[in-house]
């Protein structure tokens, strides 16, 4: 496929005007995804789990195919290491609350990289202000970049979590995990890779990574809203308590107490988003019909293109690791002297859809700065 047909693929860029350059907030679906949804509606609706009649039936087969499938695209173990939850967001929430409450003691750390979205950043806030554990961070250098260094002198033997980024959703700076990942369990901490931004253009394999959890979100890989992803490894599952109590997590309900289903089950209470699940197991399919080979290609060419002709403009500012080969498909830039809402909206204007922050030069981002605005 090239990415005339691919476009072809998308009816809204088809049915409006625009350039759209958002995709790190949100991707646009292809058909095949939103035909996938209307099929479920109109031949498959009903609640999984609940039923003993075929259509439920049906509809819990539809439903757990695509758990099978999310396990065999991210090369997990067992397909029930695999919790659909609403986003990213709500899956690192219930991390920190079901694992990193009741893990975290006084005299922890919890390490972070200073490039964490808030997803990532809040919730363990929120951890070490109710268990006492000390929040750290592991700062970048010139080149946007976690040293060596960096990542020894701030994941110690007191480590118990570290929780890093994949991909800066505000440099596209490609991390090191693996490396983050091997020496933070050397020092005996458990590991949460959020891979929001990675996993739509980079094939994502959690064995060899052998993190201990990882989250993304549907709505950043063609998936519809409100589906996302929690992977964790079992025997740390299996420890876990649930996050969200409700239907369908339950095993017995007695008067005075409760016992849990199994994995998965135990961490998805209530009715799931059903047709996200059958929208994000679509989404899966038209990834892999395409090829991460194809994707690189296509990004490189696109990426490498905008960034040299960014280059030749004095009045722009780039923010950009010299090795573009550790950089994702994110540009973060600042016009000299113009608020970025201001260039956002003119940009609007010609039809160009793009992201704005406050600018990053500013004291919202330095080097070694302690906080980014996202």
């Known amino acids: 496929m090239n990415i005339d047909e691919i476009k072809n693929d998308f009816p809204l860029l088809k049915n409006r005007n625009i350039a759209y350059l958002d995709s ?15 099929d479920f509606y109109e031949n498959f609706n009903a609640n999984p789990h609940r039923g003993a009649y075929s259509l439920s039936m049906e509809a819990t087969e539809k439903y757990e195919d695509t758990r099978s499938k999310i396990a065999k695209f991210i090369n997990t173990r067992h397909s029930h290491e695999i919790i ?12 920190a609350y079901s694992y990193g409450m009741e893990n975290a003691k006084n005299e922890d750390k919890i390490v972070l990289s200073i490039m964490e979205h808030h997803s990532n950043l809040v919730p363990w806030q929120k951890v070490s202000k109710v268990t006492g554990a000390k929040l750290e961070y592991m700062y970048i250098n010139k080149d946007f970049e976690i040293s060596d260094e960096e990542i020894e002198s701030k994941i110690t033997d007191n480590t118990k979590i570290v929780a890093i980024t994949h991909v800066s959703n505000v440099l596209g700076t490609i991390n090191d995990v693996k490396k983050i990942i091997k020496y933070a369990h050397k020092k005996g901490a458990v590991v949460v890779l959020d891979a929001s931004q990675s996993i739509p253009h980079m094939k994502i394999d959690v064995q060899d990574l052998d993190c201990d959890f990882l989250v993304f979100s549907g709505h950043k890989m063609l998936a519809p809203l409100g589906i996302g992803v929690l992977y964790g490894k079992k025997e740390i ?3 876990m308590t649930p996050f969200l109590m409700g239907g369908d997590m339950i095993e017995y309900v007695y008067e005075q107490e409760t016992t849990f289903a199994p994995l998965p089950n135990k961490f998805e209470a209530g009715t799931q988003n059903v047709e996200g699940v059958i929208g994000l197991g679509s989404a899966i399919d038209y990834i892999e019909k395409i090829g991460y080979d194809k994707i690189q290609e296509i990004e490189n060419e696109v990426v490498f293109y905008a960034i040299e002709e960014l280059k030749k403009l004095d009045f722009i500012d780039l923010y950009l690791t010299p090795n573009l080969n550790n950089h994702s498909s994110v540009i973060s830039f600042n016009i000299k002297g113009v608020h970025p809402h201001d260039v956002a909206s003119i940009l609007d204007s010609e039809g160009v859809c793009v992201r704005s922050r406050k600018p990053l030069c500013t004291a919202t981002f330095k080097i070694y700065g302690n906080r980014f605005n996202m």
């Open 24 to 38: 790190g907030a949100t991707t646009q679906k292809p058909k095949q995804v939103i035909d996938a949804i209307k």
């Open 84 to 95: 659909f939850t609403k986003n990213a967001s709500e899956a690192l929430n219930l991390i």
């Open 237 to 239: 599952l299996n420890k």
